[in-house]
């Protein structure tokens, strides 16, 4: 898939096309992918992603917030051709779309741990505000031929997003709910 992504539109390939690139028949292809969104979106195992649990980790700078950004930057920094190859398609593919609802997903479920009496009003602006600063970034970044490290880069995303989240949730370092 990514060998074909580099020399044509996703929406002209087929599965033939991936079946034959990769010396397997189409039958073989199915065992495996419901389509070639199923095989674009397993994209992310190659970066270390398998679900939404593996998105945060544990921040080492500060055991309240999670590092929201360093397994995507390690990831497809890792794996270049891999990540080029999904984010060029643009915002509307079904693993950019993959990536945005598993951010989504692991976003709130993480300002629900923390703070249980976010309001609603509160809650899904940030939840969103995040996942695409988040996607945004890393799309920029991978598509500026990485011009930093995923380390720094990761930072500087988690800088801006605790800055950001402190600030709106109220959430001094002294009055932290754990």
Avoid: C
């Avoid at 674009?40 to 921040?59: A, H, P, Q």
């Avoid at 996942?131 to 500026?144: H, K, P």
Wanted: proline share 5%; hydrophobic share 40%; net charge negative.
């Amino acid at each position: 898939m990514i060998e074909l992504l580099t020399k044509q539109p996703y929406e002209s390939i087929s599965v033939q096309d991936i079946a034959s690139r990769a010396g397997v028949s189409r039958s073989s292809f199915y065992v495996y992918f419901r389509d070639k969104d199923d095989l674009l979106i397993s994209g992310f195992e190659e970066i270390g992603v398998n679900s939404y649990d593996d998105l945060f980790e544990t921040s080492d700078s500060d055991p309240y917030y999670p590092n929201f950004s360093i397994v995507l930057f390690r990831g497809s920094e890792r794996e270049k051709e891999v990540s080029r190859a999904i984010l060029k398609l643009g915002s509307s593919n079904p693993a950019f779309l993959h990536m945005r609802n598993m951010l989504v997903i692991k976003t709130r479920d993480w300002l629900h741990s923390i703070n249980t009496a976010v309001p609603e009003e509160d809650l899904e602006p940030t939840v969103h505000y995040l996942a695409s600063a988040l996607q945004g970034l890393l799309t920029w970044w991978v598509t500026n031929d990485f011009p930093s490290p995923a380390d720094t880069i990761s930072r500087h995303f988690n800088q801006l997003a605790i800055a950001g989240l402190q600030g709106l949730l109220h959430l001094a370092p002294e009055n932290r709910l754990q």
